[in-house]
């Protein structure tokens, strides 16, 4: 028997579904209209004038000559400003704007038991910082409303520089002489209880790997939490470091005794020796260019071998083992 309830495949959609359908654009309508009215209503908020307290990172110039700035480091100072809502937003938020500097050269300075005093009054902060703030504001304050600054003599010293290098070499590549820089010294201007305590000046920490061929950098050098006191003749560093392919090379190296070693016999007489040799040298390199000794004093008499030193080494020739490193011996009466 077949079941009358079933669905005719040719049935029309019904009007609710109808309704339904035409429902979406004019919810679509409807959210446009709102966020489009939205827009306006911040707009014209936007558009009035407001107050508000806008802070500010300060850097200063022109210090007295002679004279370092003992209290200059991170300032802050807040501006109370009235603007348009657009232009306060823009001055908040825009990084670019957002650090004023202050120019010392106009200071009045007094000398005091602790060192040397100044301040600056909110009627000369405005006026410097007036024409550094975009936009057309009205500054109605400054906090803090005055400056004070404190100065010390400056001390000067001349210290030498230590390089802070790590590296690692390609395959067979190595460093084929002293890593040199220039200058090896800097001259340090500071307060006298740095000046006192210093004894030299690191780079910044440079990093090198897979070394392959000659490498020439310029590295800054670091001041660390006290920058704002230090000053340096030069403010960075050349370092120059020399690569090459290299190779292993081996020579047999006749013994020689110096000290009081007329009576004294060594065993054995010769020393193996590897080392590492840059391929553009190698052609030139001979047994002969080496030297080896040990050293007898007749205060050695207790020890029971001597130890086997390189006195001569070609040039850009790095010694990796010495066999023996010590010969045995015996004092041959006279």
Partial sequence: MAIESQLDPTSKPTE????????????????????????????????????DEIRYNVTFINSPRDLILTNGGESVISVGMKAQGFELLAAKYARKLRTLTIDLSTLKIRSTADGYTAYLPS????????????????MTFIKPDTLFFRFSEIFRKQVPVKPDISYSLNGQYDITDSINFRPELVTVSSIKSIIDTLSFVKTQKLNLSQLDSNVSVRVALFKGSQASLLKYSTDSITININVEKVTEAAFS????????????????DKVEITCRVPLSVYPHIEASDFTAEVQFHPSMIK????????????????????????????????
């Avoid at 190296?253 to 065993?267: D, Q, R, T």
């Avoid at 001597?306 to 006279?334: C, F, N, Q, S």
Wanted: aromatic letters at 8%; glycine letters at 4%.
């Fill in 16 to 51: 609710t579904g109808r309704k339904e359908h035409r429902s979406h654009p004019r919810l679509i309508v409807f959210l446009v209209c709102l966020v489009i009215s939205i827009l306006m209503w911040l707009f014209i908020e936007l558009m009035k004038d407001y107050t």
């Fill in 303 to 334: 020890e029971k071998k001597l130890k086997v030193t390189m006195v001569r080494i070609p040039g850009k020739v790095k010694i990796l083992k010495i066999e023996p490193a010590e010969v045995e011996y015996i004092i041959i009466a006279k």
């Fill in 253 to 268: 190296i006749p013994l020689s005794i110096s000290g009081n070693g007329e009576n004294v016999k060594i065993f054995p």
């Fill in 123 to 138: 009627a000369r902060l405005m006026e410097q910082l007036g024409t550094q703030i975009r936009f057309d504001k009205e």
